[in-house]
Nanobody, 122 residues
Framework: QVQLVESGGGLVQAGGSLRLSCAAS????????MGWFRQAPGKDREFVAA????????YYRDSVKGRFTISRDNAKNTVYLQMNSLKPEDTAVYYC???????????????WGQGTQVTVSS
């Protein structure tokens, strides 16, 4: 069982930056691949970024490549999402999730956080 708690969301102007954090409970954090997803009002939840257990591999949706960076600190049981050059279309609730293997597909993730709101004003 893994419990995930996101933080770091907020209101930022277009072009600004935010760093999201996701703290995981338990001693098995390093056994899980981690992902970030987001859901904008009236839209389906979508994949944003993922990182493998050993940090060797990262994956991003095309619209955030070059602007967002996913990272993790296994010693701190935390995964991060650094978001730069934010755009109004990045406005959404952002969720972190844990999976047994690296994936860009929501159904592969077993554990989810409660989400943190990111709002980008134009």
């Amino acid at each position: 069982q893994v419990q995930l708690v996101e933080s770091g969301g907020g209101l930022v102007q277009a072009g600004g930056s935010l760093r999201l954090s996701c703290a995981a409970s338990g001693r098995t954090f390093s056994r899980y691949a981690m992902g970030w997803f987001r859901q904008a009002p009236g839209k389906d939840r979508e994949f944003v970024a993922a990182i493998s257990r050993n940090i060797a591999n990262t994956y991003y949706r095309d619209s955030v490549k070059g602007r967002f960076t996913i990272s993790r600190d296994n010693a701190k049981n935390t995964v991060y999402l650094q978001m730069n050059s934010l755009k109004p279309e990045d406005t959404a609730v952002y969720y972190c999730a844990a999976a047994s293997a690296t994936s860009t597909v929501q159904v592969d993730y077993d554990y989810w956080g409660q989400g943190t709101q990111v709002t980008v004003s134009s």
